[in-house]
Nanobody, 121 residues
């Protein structure tokens, strides 16, 4: 399985970006977005499962970010609105072959290369 993340860039505070994570090789059962800011550990952002149930969000992004999927394109999106400087990080998508959503990066088997999001103040 290969994951290709894209859509990062430079945006001003309050702006929006949409990240994409395109999967090839196999259909994943759940996909998550993580992010890693300079000098910090990688943290969970959001996840969605093909097994049903609601997406899961980290508290600081709930209400601002929306994760969604396009089954036909085997792609997961992360719509990020009302961006803040503290959202600046490299964003990674990750996938696993189980339907259950996990918040721990170690539970994901497949990773994209990361895309940089920079929010200027």
């Amino acid at each position: 399985v290969q994951l290709q993340a894209s859509g990062g860039g430079l945006v001003q505070t309050g702006g929006s970006l949409r990240l994409s994570c395109a999967a090839s090789g196999r259909t994943l059962s759940s996909v998550a977005w993580f992010r890693q800011a300079p000098g910090k550990e990688r943290e969970f952002v959001a996840a969605i499962s093909w097994g049903g149930g609601s997406p899961v969000y980290e508290d600081s992004v709930r209400g601002r970010f929306t994760i969604s999927r396009d089954n036909a394109k085997n792609t997961v999106y992360l719509q990020m609105n009302s961006l803040k400087p503290e959202d600046t990080a490299v964003y990674y998508c990750a996938g696993r072959l189980l339907y259950s959503i996990r918040l721990n990066a170690g539970q994901y088997d497949y990773w994209g290369q990361g895309t940089l999001v920079t929010v200027s103040s």
